[in-house]
């Protein structure tokens, strides 16, 4: 199966490649108050497509989007919406014999469902489905189109 690795803050991340659409430039977000689960809405090809705090999500110290950074364009479900990184790295093809179970992560962070040993250090596999629960696809339908 092959996944594509991207990095927040100098931690590894990875989602299944079926699930990513595309990879573009950071482009300006159009803040929505009092959301701590999205960073706000971008227009992509006249869709508004919900940005996902990505720092959030992982527990990480929010920093703000810089020019350098990439927006992962990930279809959840109907839905497609945005996952910030500061790189995307590679696309890896491993087996699902080679990824570890994630059980010590669950309790800090429900999304991980595996963790890939690589030469150069861990990834954590996310896992978009329990990424994008009935809170989550609800705040999509409410702020995506």
Do not use: C
Request: charged content about 25%; cysteine-free; glycine content about 4%.
């Amino acid at each position: 199966m092959k996944h594509l690795i991207f990095i927040i803050q100098e931690h590894r991340f990875a989602i299944k490649l079926t699930d990513v659409e595309r990879v573009i430039r950071a482009v300006e977000v159009t803040p929505i108050p009092n959301q701590s689960k999205l960073l706000g809405v971008i227009n992509i090809q006249g869709a508004i497509t919900p940005v996902i705090n990505t720092y959030s999500l992982f527990n990480l110290t929010l920093s703000e989007i810089g020019i350098n950074d990439r927006f992962i364009i990930v279809r959840a479900g109907k839905r497609q919406a945005v996952l910030v990184a500061n790189e995307v790295d590679e696309v890896i093809e491993k087996d699902w014999q080679e990824i570890k179970n994630a059980e010590k992560f669950q309790d800090r962070v429900e999304i991980i469902n595996g963790v890939l040993k690589l030469p150069d250090g861990l990834v954590l596999i996310v896992d978009l489905e329990k990424l994008f629960s009935a809170d989550e696809e609800e705040l999509l339908n409410l702020y995506g189109q």
